[in-house]
């Protein structure tokens, strides 16, 4: 049957359908709209994460703790007509984290999800994609766990921090070694107050940090300067934005101290934000020691003279000058004389203070406008400059040489009474150079000492064949010994009283086969420099006591040897042991024996000598003065002695017929010395006259060539017999011998 179109239940039905149908298509619709609204949400939110990430810089990761699985997400840049992209990558953690941070970052993973830490948080090397590990913070906390409350997965973001982490190891690096500096840095703005100061800074200028902070620059300034030069300094460092010099600063205590300052502009983020950054290091001690360096190099510590570098050096400037204005110069090379012995007698301490006392007086007496230096030992220089005549620098020689007859005051109880040899060189007449000028003034001052010291010399071309000569005889006198060339002669003393021989003086003679016969003067001087003469000596005394011993087994007794000793055979080695050591072995008695010293040795230093030469009073030799009145001593010194003999020097005996002043000098040592229970002996004893004199004033004994020249020892035999023949029947002149 058909149904009606119309019939309304169709319709409804009809209604009913497409309403549900409706419906559903706006149902569908509107979860098409969703799903696209959700889609677009997850789209945004992704850009929103890429974007955070790519603004950040960090990666988002998740960690599958069950499968122990890291996935990463990174922004990576996509192809250049497109946006950048975000890559999803798997990592096993042992294989991504560096071996050395896999333990360290498990420990923090464990505390998270032992619940111990709120958060995962830990710092490791990662091996992405290059060679080279990087360092990364990584951060996290879980974000899904199982119904039993295990964690399943645990997300967070990790950041890359390897140039933070390298900025921060510099850092304090930095820190670190601007504490540890021992320069002082601070820094200061742009006004010159303190911002920053390092410990360094404390330490050297005394200040505490809040005392500091906040002060400004001035705080340090010294009244060295004054406030213009720091003004000035402050100005340059603001217009270049550097500065570096030297300049003195204050502590807090007031003590000032120099420094090297290196100020440079430092720069911040902000146009006003201007800084110095100022290093300073206390150089105080460095210039001292720079100082004393200079002074070690161009001075003599002893003297405060200059020494021969700074010589030679203003000597050079002083030719310089002469040649430029045609002018003379002298050098004058000084010497000490007998300075070594007087060194050994009194000691080094004392030899010092003769030097410090003789460098004063040689500059007092030349002045300070001219150069004195002091060379080595005792030897000295000074430079004359702008002399009109050469007889100037002999003038000035003859002042020098004058000054030193005054004794030289060591202290407030000790003088000592020392003089000088000159020699004398001139600009341009011989030499052009300071070498050629100073070897020959030395080659002039030899020759006063060979002159009899106490004098002066100048230069002249004979003088270089005198010192090769003297240069010669020194290597000959090396070779006398084994050569047997030396040889004693002796010359007699006479006893006035009775007319008596008493004894003899050994003196040492040199015949050389190549150069003759040399006098004592020349080479006895030469043996005591080399100290050949410790040698010799020992020689002469053996010698001389064994001639003395052969007399007497020859039937001449009650007589004396006398030798003469040098200061090194009193100063060095047991001299006292060999003196005993000789006498046994010959066979003579101590009593025979008599030492002569020379004066300016034993006076030197009384109670030092005493202490030397009772070891030969206590074997029983006797002891005698040498040249006595030419020492500058006081007789009194000799109470201090155990000298048993003084000899008047020849130099009073000459002219004791025609010089008061001579004799009246000799017959007071000989009223003095008797007085001290001392036996005098007048030397060099030529005339009549001379014997007269010292008759009438007492004089014990005589020697010289009234009574005998020195004889070999076969002749002086013979004359002491004979004189004793002739005494023994009352004849009373003497019997005739030939030199």
Known sequence: MLTDPADPRLLGAAIVLLTALAAALAWLLRRRAQQR?????????????????????????????VQDRLRLLQVEAGPRDRSDVMVERVFDPVRLLHPDDIEPARRQLQQHLDGIDRSFLAEARVLLD???????????????????????????????????????RDRRIASEVLHSMSEAVSVVDRDFHFVSVNPAFLRITGYEEQEAIGANADLLDSSQHDAAFYGHIRRQLIRHGRWSGEMWQRRKDGEEFLCSIEASLVSGGHENDVLYVTVLNDITRQKRAEQELRYLANFDTLTNLPNRALLSERLSRAIVRARRQGSR???????????KDINDSLGHAAGDRILRAAAKRLQDTVG??????????????????????????????????MAFEAPLLLDERQEIAIS??????????????????????????????????RTFMRYDDAMDVATRQRATLSGALRKVLDRGELRLAFQPRLALADSRITGVEALL?????????????????????S??????????????????????????????????????????????????????????????????????VLMANAEQTAAKLQAFRTLGVSLAIDDFGTGYSSLAYLKRLPITTIKIDKAFIDDLSHDPEDAAITSTVITMAHSLGLNVVAEGVE????????SQHRCDEIQGFWLAQPLDPHACLAFIRNWTRAQDAGRRQMPSVSP
């Open 329 to 339: 110069i002298a050098v004058l090379f000084l010497d000490l004389d007998r300075f």
């Open 37 to 65: 609204r959700r889609m677009k949400a997850l789209r945004d939110r992704e850009e929103r994460l890429m974007m955070a990430l790519w603004a950040t810089g960090e990666h988002y990761w998740e960690y599958d703790v």
């Open 509 to 529: 003679r040199w015949s050389s086969d190549e150069h003759g016969e040399i006098a004592p003067a020349d080479f006895i001087p030469l043996a005591e420099e």
């Open 130 to 168: 290059g060679p080279d590990p990087v360092w990364v913070r990584a951060r996290g906390r879980v974000v899904r766990r199982d119904s039993s409350g295990r964690a399943l997965r645990v997300a967070g973001t990790a950041l890359d921090i390897t140039d933070s982490r390298q900025a921060d």
């Open 531 to 600: 100290g050949l003469i410790l040698e010799i000596g020992e020689w002469v005394l053996r010698e001389a006591c064994l001639t003395l011993r052969r007399w007497q087994q020859h039937g001449l007794g009650g007589l004396t040897v006398a030798v003469n000793v040098s200061v090194l055979q009193l100063l060095r080695g047991d001299f006292p042991g060999v003196v005993q050591r000789v006498l046994a072995d010959v066979g003579l008695a101590p009593e025979a024996l008599e030492l002569e010293l020379t004066e300016s």
């Open 368 to 401: 300070q406008h001219h150069t004195v230096a002091r060379l080595s030992g005792d030897e000295f220089t000074v430079v004359l400059e702008n002399l009109e005549t050469p007889e100037a620098a002999e003038r000035t020689a003859r002042e020098i040489i």
């Open 687 to 694: 005339t009549e006259a001379q014997l007269r004199f010292l």
């Open 420 to 453: 000088t040899s000159i020699g004398i060189s001139l600009y341009p007449d011989h030499g052009h150079v300071p070498t050629a000028l100073l070897k020959r003034a030395d080659t002039a001052m030899y020759q006063a000492k060979a002159a009899g010291r």
